[in-house]
T-cell receptor, first 107, second 123 residues
């Protein structure tokens, strides 16, 4: 079973920032926080990962709390193409997918 | 970079026949490949982990004699669904991981890059 907890669904207006929370209170010291997303009927797409420091890449930013028990994925300027299921996973190697958050970006 | 392909993208087969699905890493050598299955409206379920040149490691509840995995090279893994039945109809997805980076004596984590998936329908 997945060890992370995410809201079932979220909405966001196009052009605004989308902040997706994730709770991973049982994360162990060597486990990273990964974020993937899956657009309908496609394979998942890697977004970002981090251990304890905040991370940023061309797709998103990842904010991890100091105690590492939760994190937030930030899509700074959401577009309609960002509508997808977003998965937060804590892992070292093997990925266990939960139900994720269905993010819907509205015009 | 880090592109993974799957072939075929969809397949329809008759009950009792076998189907082979290929997973290729196109621009990198993957030390490890993973196979997942996804039923409609459900999340991905890991079926097995495949390392080049060795036997695959199957997750609990996955029949290794039914889902044959071969990882003959660093860029190719195949999944063969043997004696397929309608309940095997699903979306099969592979992923490939980049090699570990050894930094300061500590193995770095590796990201997984996913293929586009293969939709199998067994009639």
């Amino acid at each position: 079973d997945a060890k992370t907890t995410q809201p079932t669904s979220m909405d966001c207006a196009e052009g605004r920032a989308a902040n997706l929370p994730c709770n991973h209170s049982t994360i162990s010291g060597n486990e990273y926080v990964y974020w993937y997303r899956q657009i309908h009927s496609q394979g998942p797409q890697y977004i970002i990962h981090g251990l304890k420091n905040n991370e940023t890449n061309e797709m998103a930013s990842l904010i991890i709390t100091e105690d590492r028990k939760s994190s937030t994925l930030i899509l700074p300027h959401a577009t309609l193409r960002d509508t997808a299921v977003y998965y937060c996973i804590d892992s070292y190697g093997k990925l266990t997918f939960g139900q994720g958050t269905i993010l819907t970006v509205h015009p | 970079g880090a592109v993974v392909s799957q072939h075929p993208s969809w397949v329809i087969c008759k009950s009792g026949t076998s189907v082979k699905i290929e997973c290729r890493s196109l621009d990198f050598q993957a030390t490890t490949m993973f196979w997942y299955r996804q039923f409609p409206k459900q999340s991905l379920m890991l079926m097995a982990t495949s390392n080049e040149g060795s036997k695959a490691t199957y997750e609990q509840g996955v029949e290794k004699d039914k889902f044959l995995i071969n990882h003959a090279s660093l860029t190719l893994s195949t999944l063969t669904v043997t004696s397929a039945h309608p309940e095997d109809s699903s979306f099969y997805i592979c992923s490939a991981s980049l090699p570990f980076n050894l930094a300061g004596g500590v193995f770095d984590v590796y990201e997984q890059y996913f293929g586009p998936g293969t939709r199998l329908t067994v009639t």
